[in-house]
């Protein structure tokens, strides 16, 4: 399993999910749910508010969305790839009137084009932008855009689902009022949470909003986590906590530091070796490549389908392009607990099924 | 854990969620989704379309209440305690004129006042009811109600979160255009899934309808599952599929109409046991009484905190009671997996505890 998430999860990860239940209002319950959202928080690397929602990645980006825009409001929204362009479906679902700042699939986000979008617009309520676009395997510069969107005085919602956890992304330093995380990427943990950080300066904007979200309502997170013992408005997936409390022990036990740099390592391992066999990377320029997905061009008379099933005839499963990407790129997904091992299986597996289809591999590559 | 969900799982159920990632739009997760789905129509009697949410049940209440509700739109709320109120917060926060029906907690829902309403307001979009009142015990007569809200074409929204797979509730036969049920009540699974159907007539308002939801989008669901393979539109949760499946199989091992009467049967024996020892169940009539949780009035002089701590020292869960019911009341929980000796269990704890605190428990009672 080498996609973008789920990830393949730790045999003590796995035990820990068969644990039987207990109260979700519960003591029990409360300390747990404290304990991980202390050390989520320290994942981001946030003194902000943070929480748990039961929910896949969309849920949290729903939240961040619905919680702060009124119809007519205007959300600047950052366009990459397929994820991005989520934000941009959602804002309109709520009524925003959606400014777009785009840029080629496979390329990132001008902080300059946002700029300029920003001086034009004077009264932007929020800024989305996608960190990790997992349709593309690229990593937008949240850093810069980031300074140009706070001296603007608006709000950022920053994307970081596949990403936070496998790269460097300082929730404080860089400002961001809503960072979003999912719990089936870089976490590896099964799929059905996401989290969301909300900045003071987004509490501001909550409060005088009228929220259209029930289920999202960030407001009822934030009362629940204060009761005794701390909870959520709604039924948590409870297992998906114990999953959590295992996988972050295993990542603190790791060091933070050592984890990212272990996705940078394995990241780095998995472009060298596609650029040795004499593929070509889709992102535009290596430096914007993500840390957590590599996305690759398919070459001239390479079918996808038949060159996808026989890297999983070796056992590695990885994805395809997704929307108008299919056919054109593949995808290796190396988050959550890939190390070098996994990552030189994969290119084993990639470079037999080329040679195969009679792709002709660089000389080097060929073992 | 003899609280109204979560409940307690089976050892099977447990072990199957233990097995490893798959792909989330692979055909394995493809397969399983079908195959729960085809069950689950089986459990709600239903043709109708049916999906699965990765959300507690309130999710599914905001998905019934999102999908249809524009602003101004007239919405009929049944509420006779705390969850039943929940959906007039919901239609509130989607704009929706709500018109409310209500009935003193203890007490069920009268139909004759749904028709009274029902015929002073012509333009009504839906009617919500609440099959099972969590927080008060109480069964609501979702049959009545039906007759009446189809007589006057109108949508009936029934929350079963609490009931579906404990009590008889046939979806097609009861003409419900949305049903909602949760994972950790009567299915025995983790909280974290929510399932909703959807009948044709629902189908049709959804479709003219500008959808205020992105999340529990149910276009998107029905596109996704129409996919090959079969899909949700965002990231399922896994694991809780693993558990699904097997909790389903138990329960069509067992028999779908033993798995009810074995849930009636507990239901009248914790009722029995709560009125020999002398103690008032919190319903006003015995045949309001739910299936799946008895609700029973704390006697004057008990302290609530202490009673139940008295109990939970005899390694028994009970619940008290919600918002203003606090201190009021205790509720048993007798859904999912509960036996007759979890059952005996529970009312030797309860009658220990009263023992203890000096209630004149009746002699017959006195083991």
Redesign the interface.
């Given at each position: 399993?080498m996609?973008p998430?789920?990830?393949?999860?730790a045999e003590s990860t796995?035990?820990a999910?068969?644990?039987?239940?207990?109260?979700?209002r519960?003591k029990e319950t409360g300390a747990l749910l404290t304990y991980c959202i202390e050390r989520l928080k320290e994942v981001f690397r946030t003194e902000n508010d943070l929480f748990i929602l039961?929910?896949?990645?969309?849920?949290a980006?729903?939240a961040a969305i619905a919680n702060i825009v009124e119809p007519g409001d205007k959300i600047l929204c950052t366009t990459c790839g397929k994820f991005s362009e989520r934000f941009k479906?959602?804002a309109e679902?709520?009524g925003a009137q959606v400014i777009e700042v785009s840029s080629e699939w496979g390329d990132a986000i001008d902080p300059e084009k946002v700029k300029v979008a920003l001086d034009e617009n004077g009264d932007v309520k929020a800024v989305t932008v996608t960190h990790n676009e997992t349709s593309t395997g690229v990593r937008n510069p949240v850093e810069e855009i980031s300074r140009i969107v706070k001296s603007h005085g608006t709000l950022l919602i920053v994307d970081a689902i596949s990403s936070m956890g496998g790269d460097h992304i300082p929730v404080d330093d860089w400002k961001i009022d809503f960072c979003l995380a999912?719990s089936?990427k870089c976490f590896a943990i099964?799929?059905?949470f996401s989290f969301i950080s909300v900045s003071d300066e987004a509490w501001e904007v909550i409060k005088r909003t009228k929220?259209?979200?029930?289920?999202?309502?960030l407001v009822s997170y934030k009362k629940s986590l204060e009761k005794t013992p701390p909870q959520t408005?709604?039924?948590?997936?409870?297992?998906?906590l114990y999953?959590l409390d295992d996988a972050l022990n295993l990542m603190f036990d790791e060091g933070l530091e050592n984890v990212i740099a272990r996705h940078h390592h394995v990241a780095k391992l998995a472009r060298d070796g596609i650029k040795n066999m004499g593929l070509k990377l889709f992102p535009v320029r290596e430096e914007i490549c993500s840390n957590t997905v590599t996305a690759v061009k398919i070459p001239k008379g390479i079918n996808d389908q038949e060159f996808r099933q026989k890297v999983r005839e070796r056992g590695v499963?990885i994805?395809g392009g997704q929307d108008k990407l299919t056919g054109e790129i593949f995808r290796i997904g190396h988050m959550g607990r890939v190390t070098e091992r996994e990552i030189n299986i994969t290119l084993n597996a990639i470079r037999q099924a080329l040679s195969e289809l009679k792709f002709p591999l660089n000389e080097e590559a060929i073992l």
């Open positions: 399993m996609i998430g789920p990830t393949f999860l796995l035990r999910m068969s644990r039987q239940m207990v109260s979700h519960g039961t929910a896949s990645g969309t849920g980006m729903e479906k959602i679902v709520f999912g089936q099964p799929p059905g929220r259209k979200t029930f289920y999202f309502d408005p709604y039924t948590i997936a409870i297992t998906l999953a499963v994805s």
